[in-house]
């Protein structure tokens, strides 16, 4: 039943497509609604009544929980404001894991401090079942003169060769800024943050659902990570670009036979449980003391979705355009 739906981006209104979804179908849904804050979307109007905007948002919360497996996880980004109604929700429906602070700074909201994170509500559908991979992301480095940001003194030589674990705080992900790599849409999330997600709580093959696919990023994200992806979106134009988009992707963001994270030349998030395998590729500062001026590298060149790297032998990527 669910096989209808797999890899497509699907045209509609999210409630109705989502109540035809089966029980426990996905492995994860990552749903990025509207804001309620007036944007200029193409065709939607984003401007309910406070009421009107949480009853509807209950009714899609309740439905995301409905589909995703008893493995899986929702994920609900938004601003604080909504969130904290949308947690007391879901608190009665699946199990609370994280409020992960994303730090983007956003409009100013007139006489408020200046808001500088959005939320992305993280929930199991069942915590004892809940699949979950431990994630990290490179050692912050001074852009200058290539230092480690922060001093581990004598810590270093236990420092891990690729960088920390992420915690529930991401200062590394900016917001997709430049024209010449966004789309025509007011709120389009980056690629790496989905990927950074669907790695943390996915393996290949998964299923990853976004009833708000907008351009189609999460989609992209899970395609190139070789999991299967299902959108929803109400407009016909933001479809076309996801689907002229997609058609340009593969199931290649990886190195060897491992998943990983690239943003524009660099591997910004890996699974921990996945460095021993990834290791060997890197050529690491020996002693391991020297990584607070030596950054890790890769052995057989640098990661680009630029052009095609299948002739390095240990390397499976290639893409034309990555934003
Ligand atoms: C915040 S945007 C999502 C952006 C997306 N994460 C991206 O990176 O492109 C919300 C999207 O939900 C769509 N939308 C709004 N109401 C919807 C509904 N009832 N069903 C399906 N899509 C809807 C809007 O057209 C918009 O593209």
Redesign the pocket.
């Known amino acids: 039943m669910i096989d209808q739906y797999i890899d497509q981006i699907i045209q509609?209104?999210?409630?109705a497509l989502l109540r035809a979804l089966p029980d426990d179908s996905v492995d994860v849904a990552f749903a990025?609604?509207?804001f309620n804050l007036k944007k200029k979307?193409n065709r939607?109007s984003d401007d309910l009544e406070f009421q009107e905007y949480l009853d509807w948002s209950r009714q899609w919360l309740a439905e995301m929980a409905r589909v995703v497996k008893p493995t899986g996880s929702l994920f609900v980004h938004n601003i604080p404001k909504w969130l904290l109604y949308f947690s007391a929700f879901l608190n009665e429906i699946a199990d609370f894991k994280h409020w992960i602070a994303w730090d983007a700074p956003t409009s100013p909201m007139g006489k408020s401090l200046q808001p500088a994170h959005y939320g992305i509500l993280y929930y199991a559908k069942n915590r004892r079942k809940n699949k979950f991979y431990e994630i990290r992301y490179p050692h912050k480095r001074c852009r200058k003169c290539g230092y480690l940001h922060k001093d581990y003194g004598g810590k270093k030589g236990k420092l891990h060769p690729f960088g920390p674990l992420v915690s529930d705080v991401w200062m590394d992900i900016h917001r997709v800024k430049h024209n010449k790599y966004r789309d025509e849409?007011p709120?389009?999330?980056p690629i790496h943050l989905l990927e950074r997600i669907i790695l943390m709580s996915t393996d290949e093959g998964d299923i990853v659902l976004d009833?708000?696919?907008?351009?189609?990023?999460?989609a992209i994200a899970a395609k190139r990570l070789g999991r299967h992806y299902i959108g929803?979106?109400?407009?016909p134009v933001?479809i076309t670009s996801s689907k002229n988009k997609l058609a340009q992707e593969e199931p290649n963001s990886r190195i060897g036979r491992v998943w990983v994270s690239i943003f524009r030349d660099e591997i910004v998030t890996v699974r921990d449980k996945d460095w021993p395998e990834l290791a060997p590729y890197f050529t690491i500062p020996d002693p391991i003391q020297r990584i607070d001026s030596t950054p890790i590298t890769l052995s057989h060149g640098k990661v680009s979705r630029e052009f095609s790297i299948d002739s390095l032998p240990l390397f499976n990527h290639k893409t034309k355009k990555q934003s």
């Open positions: 509609g209104d999210c409630l990025d609604p509207p979307y939607l849409h709120c389009q999330l009833p708000f696919s907008g351009t189609g990023t999460t929803f979106e109400l407009d933001y």
